[in-house]
Structures are given as C-alpha cells and as structure tokens.
C-alpha cells in the first residue's frame, strides 16, 4: 500500500503536465508588456492563480520572485501570493512597483506582523496605508514607518502616532525627525518626551511670531477702545501679543511682583495656592502653571522664567521652592539643576514666549477641572469646533481623552 504522505506530496506536485504547464504561465506573465497585450496577462494571471492553488511553495516563490518588478503584474495573482507565508510574500512585498493603497491596505489586514514590517517598510507607503499601520499600533511597525522616509504621514497618523509615543518613549524621539510633525502636536509630545527630545521641539517647533505681531499691532489698539469686550479676539490677541505678565492680576495680588511670589514660595514651600498665583501673575491658566510646575523635567521652568522676564535668581527660587536638588554629592550644580539652565540660556525671549502662550492656549482651552480631561459635553459633528481646533486636539493629546 502506498504511503499516504507520498500521495499527498505527489498530488501537490503533479506530473510532467502540470509542473511544465505552471512554469509556462509563468514565463507568460513575466514577459515584458511591450510583448503581451493586458488582456491576454490577465486572463493568463487568472489561469495562473487557479494553479497556484494547487501548487507547492517553492512553485509559489518561484513566481512571486519573476514577478516581483512587473509594473503591471496580474493584481489579484499579486495580492494571495503577498498573503501566502511570510518567504513567499518577501520579493512582492519589498519590491514590488504593482500594488496600490487598495491592494496594501487589503494585505495589511489580512496577514500577520512580519508581512506588515515589511509593508512599512516599503520604498513608497501611500498616506491611507500608513494611516492604518499606526492604527493598528505594533511597536515594531510603527517606529519602522516613522524612520521609513518613503512613508507619506498624514496628519491624522501623525495624531495617532504621538498619542502612541505616551507609552513608548522611543518614539517621540523618531517622531521629531518628521518633517510633517506640526507644531501643535510636539508641544502635546514635549510632555512626555526624554531631555534631548524636548531641546528638538523648543529650537524646531517655536516661533518667535514677530510678523504676526507687527500685522495684528492695530488691532490691539481697536480692541482696547472695545474694552476687550469680544472673547474670541481677546483670547486671541493674548495669544500673539509681547507682554506676557498679567498687569491687571499684580494690582489685585497680595505680592509686589511675581519676583516676590516666588521668593515667598522658596521661604515657605510651595503650594496649590501659590501654583495658582504664580500661574495669574505671570498671565497663564492654573490648569498650565500646575502641568509647568509639577514636571520633573525642568523644562517647562525654563520656558515659564524666560517667556516671564524673570532672571536667574527667581528660577534657583522657583527651583528651591519645588525641592529639586541644586549641588550634587561633589558639590558641582545637580545635573537636572544644570540642564535646567542651560535650556534657560539657550531660549529667546521670544520663542519661550511663544511656546508658553501655545501651552497655555491648548492646555487650558479644553481643560474640564472637574472631570481632569478636556471637556467633551457637546455633541460631535462633522464640522465641529471640536473636530478641527488645534487646541483641543492638542489637549486631548496631552489628557490622554
């Protein structure tokens, strides 16, 4: 009696026929397209792919390898053999010029994570294929198709990716190198990001907005003899005006300046009461100064003293006040403490301020206090405040919503 692996093996392979018959095809589908009309290919990939079926992988590599750049190769011969194992798929997947965003995005959810590596990894990754590989969030995938400079990334990827980056640090640091990285999403991102990330995204991501100050500088002048009635240009205007301390809150706070708030707070340590205070004195919401202040990186201190005026004896204050560490054990200046001025030094005037007003507008614009996350109460509509504000999205960023 015959064994029966034997016959299964044999009727995989098939005879003489079967075997000439495929490589024929083959050799058919792999011919130049200056050589066979598109019709008859594609009747001969569909003839072909009815073989494939029933053949052995090697037959399917062999194939996947002729065709692999065939600029018009059989689209749906294409699609099974990038979904058959992992060796098999490889040549298509990595070469091959005949796919579209339809073909990748059908493979993508069909196949398991090595086939999607490599899909990352492709020389061109159209924006709606991308867009799907971040949804899908594989660790490996994703920090592929961030250093894939092929890869197109659109905005919405872009939010995914840096809402991913939260849990998985190395990520920031890749994301910082994309040129499609907006300003509204690094600044969400500085909050979690490591010491060299966050320098990237103070020097890159902040503007000085010294044109859009001088085409604005009679506006200011009109909304004042408005008393600043309207909401919306006020809030705006605060965001591109020069002065960053709020006048109006040092007339109306027990301290002289926002110098002596602070020295106050170094005497008596500080607490939410005097976050609070210091946050209205130097014109930002509480909701700010408390993500400023309660962060163990430092460089928010830097932005916050120098976007204020303040020099460098009320930042040692605002450090002492917060308990970090000024000498280290040799008795140089901490590292955290060192790091914290040099980043002081090394930011404008200008671009501190910009990058504090930016955090104060985002933080703040969406912030529900009584729920700890950017409020959600409205209805979502298409066309929404909510769906398009770059503020809230920032917010919702940083909150985790």
């Not at 902040?206 to 044109?211: G, L, N, V």
Request: net charge neutral.
């Amino acid at each position: 009696m015959s064994d029966p692996v034997s016959l299964e093996d044999h009727a995989a392979k098939g005879g003489l026929a079967r075997r000439t018959l495929l490589r024929r095809l083959i050799d058919f589908i792999a011919m130049p397209a200056s050589q066979v009309a598109p019709q008859d290919r594609s009747m001969g990939g569909d003839i072909l792919l009815d073989m494939l079926f029933h053949a052995t992988d090697s037959d399917r590599l062999l194939c996947a390898k002729r065709i692999a750049t065939l600029k018009d190769a059989p689209r749906r011969l294409l699609r099974y053999l990038a979904q058959c194992n992992i060796d098999i798929a490889r040549p298509l997947l990595e070469e091959s010029p005949s796919f579209d965003s339809s073909d990748l995005l059908e493979i993508v959810d069909q196949v398991t994570s090595d086939h999607r590596m490599l899909i990352a990894k492709r020389k061109s990754v159209p924006t709606v294929v991308c867009d799907q590989l971040a949804r899908r969030g594989e660790v490996s995938v994703v920090k592929a198709l961030v250093q894939n400079k092929g890869a197109e990334l659109s905005e919405t990827a872009i939010d995914v990716l840096v809402e991913r980056s939260r849990k998985e640090g190395d990520l920031s640091s890749l994301l910082i190198t994309r040129l499609e990285l907006k300003p509204a999403q690094a600044m969400a991102m500085f909050w979690w990001s490591n010491r060299d990330t966050r320098r990237t995204i103070l020097q890159r991501h902040a503007a000085d907005r010294a044109e859009m100050v001088g085409m604005c500088a009679d506006v200011f002048a009109i909304a004042a003899k408005e008393g600043w009635s309207d909401p919306v240009a006020r809030k705006t205007l605060q965001l591109i005006e020069r002065r960053q301390r709020n006048r109006q809150a040092i007339e109306r706070s027990e301290f002289d300046s926002l110098e002596a708030a602070i020295e106050t707070a170094a005497t008596m340590g500080m607490t939410p009461e005097m976050v609070e205070e210091i946050g209205y004195l130097a014109g930002i919401k509480p909701v700010t100064s408390a993500k400023i202040l309660s962060d163990t990186g430092g460089e928010g201190i830097a932005v916050l003293c120098k976007a204020t005026g303040l020099k460098k004896p009320s930042l040692q204050n605002l450090w002492i006040s917060l308990k970090r560490p000024l000498e280290g054990d040799d008795g140089e200046p901490h590292m955290l403490y060192a790091h914290l001025i040099e980043t002081y030094d090394l930011l404008s005037v200008a671009k501190a301020q910009t990058t504090l007003r930016y955090w104060n507008w985002s933080l703040s614009s969406s912030y529900s206090p009584a729920q700890g996350q950017p409020a959600s109460d409205e209805a979502t509509h298409a066309n929404d405040e909510s769906a398009f504000s770059a503020a809230r999205r920032t917010a919702s960023l940083v909150f985790g919503n």
